[in-house]
Every structure is written in C-alpha cells, then in structure tokens.
C-alpha cells in the first residue's frame, strides 16, 4: 500500500487523509476493503469478520440482553435481531439483482410508474382496464360505468365481475339459479347482454382502445367468443384486442368452486384459449394465475406461493405440449397474484421470494429465454388485505390500508392503497371511503415520497434471510406437488384442498383463542363502538 499512499498523500492537507486511506484500502485489497467490498461470488464480509461478529453477539447477548429480560422477568426477548452472521453466503447480484433483471427480488420493472390507480401518475403509454366491478342486470352494470365515468373520471376499459350462475355456466332462468342472479356480479346469457355492458365502451372507449378483463374461468371461452363477435359486429380487428380473461381454472378447485368439468378437460380449455390467443389475439393475456383466492381460503403465505406457482407451471406445460414456443405465450401470461396479511415484514419476504421463485422455474426448468418470460407479471408487491379487513371498527381498516401501501412500496410495487376501507360492510363503497383510497395512495407517493425508491430494503440481514427461508419453504412444497405429480394430480388427489383447510382451521382457532390478536375483534373491545354510517354508491 506504501507507494499509492506516498503519491495520493504528497501535497495533500491532512484533513484530506482519512478518507483517501478508506480509498486506498478498499483499493488495494486490505482486509477492511474485502469487508466493504462486494462482487459477484465475494462474500460482504471475510472469515475473520464474521467470526468476530458472532463472537460479540454471543457476549451481546449474556450481558447486556441478559440484564435486560432480567431487569423485566423476561424468559426470552420479544424481538431479534438481525446481523451479517444470519446472510452469511449473501451475493447481491445472485440473490437481488437489479429492478427489472434476474431475478426480479427487487422488483419485476426497472422503474416504478407513479401509482396508475391514485389518478395522478404516468399512465398514458399503458393501456388498462379499470377496477373490478358489476352487479344485477347488463343494463344495471352499463348504467354503473357510465355514471363512474362522469361523476369519478373513471378511466380504462371494463374489468368484469359476473354473477355466481353465470360463471357456473347457469343461464339466469334455470332453477338453480334462483337467489343468485345478479348478486356479487352481473348476470350475462347472451351476446346480446354482452353487447349491453359495452354500449359504455364506444367511440374514444371502443375495444381498440380499451383493455378488457373478465374474471371468470370455467367458461371462459364462451365470454372471449361473445368479445370476438362484439369486435367483428364493430368492425375491429382481433389482432388490436387487449384484455385478460382469469381462465384459472385449476384454483378454482382449490379454494372457490365455480369449475364446471374436471380438472384435465378443464387444462385442455386452457390450452385451446392459449393456442388460438397466440395465433389470432396476440396482444390478448391468454390467463391471470391467481394465489389470492387461496389465501382468502385460509392459505398459508408460503402455501398460496407454491400452489399458485405450481398451478402455472402446469399451464406453462399445456402451452408447451400444444407445440408452442414458451417465449412466444409466456409474454401474455400474467399473475393475479396475492392476498396479503399484516405480519409486514414476512408479507415483503414472501413477495420478492415468489419473483425469484418463478424466475428460476422459467430459466431453469423450462429454459426460457426471453427476461419477459421470466417475469411475475402482475405479482409485484405485497397484495391486496381483503380477509384482514374487519366490519368491527371498520375505520381500522384505514390503518390496514395504509400498512400494506406501505408494504407494497418497500416489496418492489407502487405504495397503492388497495380496498377502500368499507369493503367488508357490503356491495359498493362510500363516497368517503372512495376518496380516502384514493388519497392514501397519493399520500404514500407525492407526500411520504415512497414511489422514489425501489426495494429499499434489499441488503437488510433480516428481510434478506426472511427471503432466503421464505423461498426454501415455497420450493419444499412445490417438490412434494411434484412428487404427487404436479398440480393437477395434487388438486385430484385433494392435497391442496387438505392443506389450505387445514391452515384455515389454524388459523381460526388462533383467533378465537386470542392467540393471533385482531384488533377490535378479538382484544381492545368495549362496550361504547362507533356506529359508521355511510351513503353508498
């Protein structure tokens, strides 16, 4: 080090000297900078560096943490703390990378665009549909978006919510029927309803300017027939359409219901939208693979990751098998990924392990090799908290909200405020609770300034190890979906159907024990409650 030190030290002021030998340092290979130092296959910190940490957490913890459960009669501290020993083999670019890059940890684009659904960021490159919506009769749910145009400023195409008969594939005449049409969706039998939900969707909002999606799966080739023939009534090419139909049908097994066929002529439906999707709609998102549904079930974080990666690794071979290119369809494949909870921390784990998780199945299981196809799409962030949302003291969900926007900001997605906080007390929202959605995210981005940096916590000795334990736990019970073989042996043999209510039976009786505290529900109640009142939309 001797010679660099004489030339950068001669002339210099000493008060220049310091920092000029943490430069020399680093430069010439001292101890300190293989410490500081971090590349490809170096470890952030040497052998002796890491012996020496444990070391003092081991003193750390006999002496001043001893005194302090001491001091307070604790048997064992009720926090942990996180050093360099728990991320011993860390590798930044292995296990981080770059937003955009191998292997998406941090985030699946290299760049956050502000917030799309807070009204007041950059959205006029992209085209999309608005928020999920539809009740009663087509006329009912055309009515709906036009007034949500004028009076709101809605923007973007439909994104469809259908009524239970008409996603069991009952028109709303049949007896079994009776009671559920138009509930919880719209009821659609025909073209002809079809054609009446679209009349709000002409001129500057015609199907060639709009994205379309349609959350429904056992039919849904019948839903993308009925939107070929509203587009060749109009005179528009298939090749301009833009959309999303959910077509998952393999959860619907697992944790809602509305499937119609068994699981494999189900896959071969799939397989039929995919095939006639890349050859005719090529700007058409052929499925929208969903985890959320499973959670909302009683899944498990890890769980609702490894069912629903497993789920698209059986639709990912289906496009395969049918003699297509995985670059070419993997593009139009996108996530409706995750519900989340409020334990903050594992709920960010879990969303940057599921982006390497997937990652690593497309490049090395199915040797894609287009980064596109590597992506989650539509996986970023935390999640949507609709089952932690709660009907007593609903003005907590405020609270709730804000946690995930928050969560979703440091978990590699846009701070967005997913439910308006009266989700839980019926059909529509309030006005009040619309308006505080919206705001909650603008806060998150334009005041708290969250938007401004893309998973800052990427490097953290505990988020990074959450991560690392987060993504073995995802591929353990992948291999024991393989090894049952695959998602759809696992859905006929009822491993995850098994899984899931087991977990929901967990987690019930936590809550009903007091052991998993939900504020307002099961601890901090009293008899004086606030009544909330709201006008509905």
């Known amino acids: 080090m001797k010679p660099i030190v004489e030339r950068l030290f001669s002339g210099r002021p000493k008060r220049k000297r310091r920092w000029l030998t943490a430069l020399v340092v680093i430069a010439e290979g001292h101890p300190l900078g293989t410490a500081i130092r971090s590349k490809r296959g170096a470890k952030m910190f040497d052998k002796d560096r890491m012996e020496e940490i444990e070391r003092r957490r081991r003193e750390w913890e006999e002496g001043t943490l001893k005194r302090s459960r001491e001091r307070f009669g604790m048997k064992e501290s009720p926090t942990k703390f996180y050093t360099p020993a728990d991320l011993k083999d860390f590798d930044f670019l292995e296990k981080v990378g770059f937003p955009g890059e191998y292997p998406f940890t941090a985030a699946e684009y290299p760049s956050n665009l502000p917030a ?183 899944a498990r974080p890890v769980q609702m990751v490894a069912f629903t990666l497993a789920n698209a690794m059986a639709y990912v071979q289906q496009g395969i098998e049918a003699g297509l290119d995985v670059d070419t369809f993997m593009r139009r494949f996108t996530f409706l990924a995750w519900s989340t909870g409020m334990e903050f921390f594992k709920e960010i784990a879990r969303a940057r392990a599921a982006r390497r998780v997937w990652a690593k199945i497309m490049r090395d299981r199915f040797g894609a090799k287009d980064p596109r196809s590597w992506m989650l799409r539509g996986g970023g962030g935390m999640g949507v908290p609709t089952h932690t949302l709660t009907a007593q003291r609903p003005l907590n969900n405020l609270t709730r909200n804000i946690i995930v926007g928050i969560g979703n900001a440091l978990s590699g997605a846009p701070p967005m405020v997913p439910v308006p906080y009266d989700e839980p007390m019926g059909l529509g929202h309030s006005l009040e ?52 073989g695959g998602a759809v042996a696992a859905i006929e043999s009822g491993y995850m159907q098994r899984e899931i209510a087991r977990s929901a039976y967990e987690y019930q009786k936590q809550v009903e024990r007091g052991e998993r505290v939900i504020v307002g529900v099961n601890r901090f109640t009293g008899e004086n409650e606030l009544e909330v009142l709201t006008t509905r939309l």
């Open 433 to 484: 609770a619309e308006q505080l959605n919206m705001d909650g995210g603008r806060l998150l981005q334009f005041e708290a300034r969250l938007a401004d940096v893309i998973d800052p916590l990427a490097g953290s000795y505990y988020v990074e190890s959450l991560t690392d334990q987060t993504e073995q736990e995802i591929c353990e019970i992948i291999g024991r979906i393989d090894a049952i």
């Open 116 to 298: 799309l659904r807070i009204r007041g960021g950059v959205s006029a490159l992209l085209v999309r549909a608005g928020r999920y919506s539809g009740y009663g009769a087509p006329e009912d749910t055309r009515d709906y978006y036009n007034y949500m145009r004028e009076a709101f400023g809605r923007q973007g195409g439909p994104n469809i919510a259908f009524d239970l008969p008409t996603q069991c594939g009952y028109d709303s005449d049949d007896p079994v029927a009776r009671g559920e049409v138009g509930k919880v969706g719209v009821a659609v039998d025909t073209l002809r309803d079809f054609e009446v939900i679209y009349e709000a969707f002409v001129g500057e909002s015609d199907l060639d300017k709009i994205a379309s999606n349609w959350t429904i799966n056992a039919p849904c080739n019948v839903v993308l027939a009925m939107y070929i023939a509203l587009a060749e009534k109009r005179g528009i090419p298939l090749d301009g359409l833009r959309g999303t139909p959910q077509n998952d049908i393999l959860k619907e097994f697992v944790a809602r219901g509305t499937y119609i066929f068994p699981p494999r002529p189900s896959m071969r439906m799939i397989r039929d939208t995919i095939t006639y999707c890349a050859e005719h709609m090529p700007s058409m998102n052929t499925i929208s693979i969903c985890g959320y549904h499973m959670r909302e079930a009683g």
